[in-house]
């Protein structure tokens, strides 16, 4: 396999943008990023997106996005794996790069959630429609039942929870393109409204509309035009029962766990060589889950390091969501896992201005779908 | 890139499956495909389906399907272009063998579009919803605005499009898992209902639940399994705009021409090398004009063709939809495009029973979104 970089980035404002369609969303994440990478032609092109049709009516993703960006007659596919759908794209950018059959392919993630349509409900199509949804479950519901079986399995607490929310938005303070980008104490979390006990308002990610896009190319298109560029050094990818019941543990994403061996395989690295991770926060317990079945720390003992600053930008241990997570910066679902790469790109590059971690070399994106069905992980390097 | 072969096929009967849900017609068909090819695991696993969260309520299906088919934890994603999910489907399997990630991967299409939902609202989120289907155009209209000016522009005759449904019919009647396997007369055609002026009933494709799926891999495997297996030697896309009313052209589709054109260079062949084609009939004109753009006949010649029987099984010329195309054997969208490969490793393994093309060594597969904003061409040869 050919070695595959990122070469530019772009993203928009996340945020709910009722003045602009899904069609604007992608067309100006993607012209950032071609801008961005200096390249004056792709060759391809992937759109992540989770629910168009639900959301906005559109399908045929793809098409649409490439005439509007005009692009014919470029190949242009769209990818879903629910919430996992723009690390799936990038996924895909990397496979068509590696295989030789492209150099420069946009790798891009969209999703128009603030458009009238029912959030939750679309976004429980996410889950098994026959078992889970149709007895009444909903996201919030699933990740409040991980949360319940974590506290009683391992003692991870109400003030654990908080300490995620309040880094990540600690974090997406310092990110311009931040839905939510301000900070809150543990008081507030703890105190704002119930939604799924014991999730509260302040645990969960938000309603966004937004796009985020890359461009993906061979090593010799990086070098002949000069640019910083980040390494792919692993891209895996791992599937578990959709239904939350089916699954032997609650409290293991076994996706997760998954997809981090072939990652860490194929990048031949430790968890402990990462300088810095984005995680998919959709709940505060999420991240804590993860950062567990990640490596960075024992099982059961995600809640006290998040509690204890370990996963901080200043601890230096693992800064997990430097770019404020899912929770701070928001979640316009298909757009999240690009967004991700994103930030790697700029921490690597050393251009994250004040949220920036020092000598950042290696970093780790983690992008899932679901209640964690479907998990993609990527890793990069800058040298 | 590396050599990638099909090694195994399966697919589920076409028609009104009232008593299969969605991942019941996928997993029939994936199982078909696992045992037809020996292989005692899977790598990775594509899904095309257009609108599953539309019609069923259900998305994220990678993730679903990989757990009702056991296969957790393999990787598997969604892909989707409208009508061309399943040949994306198969081009992304095809780049993940060829870029040496995996060397056995699953690539299945499937759709339930009998289950409640209002089908041509569904379809027509394969079209600009903003500047088309807001106005009132439906899938019929915008291929019955390319038969008139066809019509119009190069005096194709109602007679000729009729002639496309009689011979595909004709072929259907042969395969044993078309959901209309009978044959119809000219005259039935030309009585049959005003759907939109000039199309009737007999020149629409159905409404179809129905699953295909193949296994691609790696030379190696092929080898090692000691299976007959087909090559593949060309995997080809491109765009066209999305809205009808942006082409410069009504009567040629420049999504097709493109993709053609790249898919003969890689290949090395020229069009009259293959030795049958599945083209996508989503209507009769459709066809005619696809026959056209991929280089079998002059421009404005397509419906002569047909009426005069060149593209007939037993012609010799170039047989077209020797399955019975969409027309005859049903078109649950997502699957078509590998139904359409099945048809191709079926015939080239000389194993097409009473609609076997003699000596068929090469074969194409177009596959087509909306109105031909999205085509992808695969062409297949034995050895």
Excluded at 3 to 23: N, R
Excluded at 188 to 214: E, I
Excluded at 320 to 338: D, Q
């Amino acid at each position: 396999m050919r070695d595959v970089v990122v070469i530019g980035a772009g993203m928009t404002k996340f945020g709910e943008l009722w003045d602009k369609s899904i069609k604007d969303i992608f067309v100006e994440a993607s012209l950032k990023a071609i801008k961005d990478s200096g390249v004056d032609h792709i060759d391809s092109i992937y759109v992540g997106a989770m629910s168009s049709g639900l959301f906005v009516g559109q399908e045929h993703l793809g098409a649409i996005l490439a005439d509007y960006l005009g692009m014919n007659p470029v190949p242009a596919t769209r990818v879903e794996s629910a919430c996992a759908s723009g690390g799936a794209a990038f996924r895909q950018a990397y496979l068509e790069v590696a295989s030789g059959a492209s150099e420069i392919v946009l790798a891009g993630g969209v999703e128009k959630m603030n458009d009238g349509a029912d959030v939750t409900e679309v976004l429980a199509t996410a889950a098994d429609q026959e078992y889970e949804v149709y007895q009444g479950i909903t996201f919030p519901g699933l990740y409040a039942m991980i949360a319940k079986a974590h506290m009683h399995q391992y003692g991870t607490t109400r003030e654990q929870l908080a300490a995620v929310a309040v880094k990540n938005h600690r974090n997406g303070s310092k990110n311009k393109n931040a839905q939510f980008g301000f900070e809150v104490t543990p008081e507030q979390v703890m105190k704002s409204t119930m939604v799924s006990d014991p999730l509260r308002l302040l645990d969960c990610s938000p309603v966004t509309d937004g796009g985020a896009a890359v461009i993906v190319a061979s090593m010799d298109v990086a070098k002949k035009l000069n640019k910083n560029f980040v390494r792919v050094i692993a891209s895996a990818q791992a599937s578990d029962t959709i239904a939350l019941h089916s699954r032997e543990s609650f409290t293991t994403l076994n996706s997760v766990v998954k997809a981090a061996e072939k990652a860490y395989r194929m990048a031949g690295i430790k968890p402990t060589d990462l300088n810095l991770c984005e995680v998919h926060d959709c709940f505060t317990i999420a991240e804590i889950v993860v950062s567990e079945d990640l490596g960075f720390f024992e099982k059961g003992k995600g809640g006290e390091a998040v509690l204890n600053g370990l996963t901080s930008i200043e601890s230096g241990k693992i800064p997990i969501n430097t770019s404020g997570g899912l929770k701070s910066k928001g979640h316009p679902v298909g757009a999240t896992g690009i967004a991700q790469i994103i930030e790697l790109f700029e921490q690597l590059n050393g251009k994250a201005g004040g949220r920036q971690v020092k000598n950042a070399r290696i970093g780790m994106a983690q992008n899932m779908g679901g209640s964690g069905a479907s998990s993609v992980i990527h890793i990069l390097e800058v040298k």
